[in-house]
């Protein structure tokens, strides 16, 4: 007798989300219960005008972000969530930002994982207390980026490195 086995590969798209009002990183990572390597795809900033209104500026951003699940179709989304903050201003709008990352994971119905930026510091160069430099180095050690990239583009990539890094066994 024959016996035929059919292997079921799985594909896991992981997307990371630095949020943000004025800049918003994103980065989107793979990776196949046949191997035990991630893989970069992409990563990008999304950006507003100051000048627009509140509500134009997280719409736009909703857009963006939009496209990019229907493009990709994630599997789990990833962001760095508020840790300190001296200016309120700024953690109202991350907060903003990130119910609008819960919205549409709910929307897609996608499961959320939210890490601190001690956990991804930690995760990325192995010290929790490391610096934006350290951060961009191991980055660039691990990812071979073709691009000029801003800090929030890192940021979001180094969120799903630490994703990563933390899930091993991901399959």
């Known amino acids: 007798m024959l016996l035929i086995r059919f292997f079921t590969i799985l594909?896991?798209?992981?997307?990371?989300?630095?949020?943000?009002?004025?800049?918003?990183?994103?980065?989107?990572?793979?990776?196949?219960?046949?191997?035990?390597?991630?893989?970069?795809?992409?990563?990008?900033?999304?950006?507003?005008?100051?000048?627009?209104?509140?509500?134009?500026?997280?719409?736009?951003?909703?857009?963006?972000?939009?496209?990019?699940?229907?493009?990709?179709?994630?599997?789990?989304?990833?962001?760095?969530?508020?840790?300190?903050?001296?200016?309120?201003?700024?953690?109202?709008?991350?907060?903003?930002?990130?119910?609008?990352?819960?919205?549409?994971?709910a929307m897609n119905n996608i499961p959320v994982e939210k890490l601190s930026p001690l956990m991804i510091k930690q995760a990325v160069t192995g010290y929790g207390l490391a610096d934006k430099k350290s951060i961009k180095r191991m980055v660039d050690q691990e990812i071979k980026l073709n691009k000029k990239i801003e800090d929030d583009e890192y940021d979001a990539i180094a969120c799903g490195l630490a994703y990563c890094y933390l899930n091993k066994k991901l399959f």
Do not use: C, H, W
């Open 11 to 105: 594909i896991m798209i992981i997307l990371s989300i630095d949020p943000g009002i004025e800049k918003t990183g994103f980065a989107l990572l793979k990776k196949t219960n046949s191997q035990k390597k991630f893989y970069f795809i992409e990563s990008g900033l999304i950006k507003t005008k100051k000048k627009l209104s509140l509500e134009k500026r997280i719409f736009l951003i909703y857009e963006s972000l939009k496209k990019i699940f229907q493009k990709y179709k994630p599997s789990v989304i990833v962001y760095e969530e508020i840790f300190f903050f001296k200016n309120r201003k700024t953690i109202i709008a991350i907060s903003q930002m990130q119910g609008l990352i819960l919205l549409l994971a």
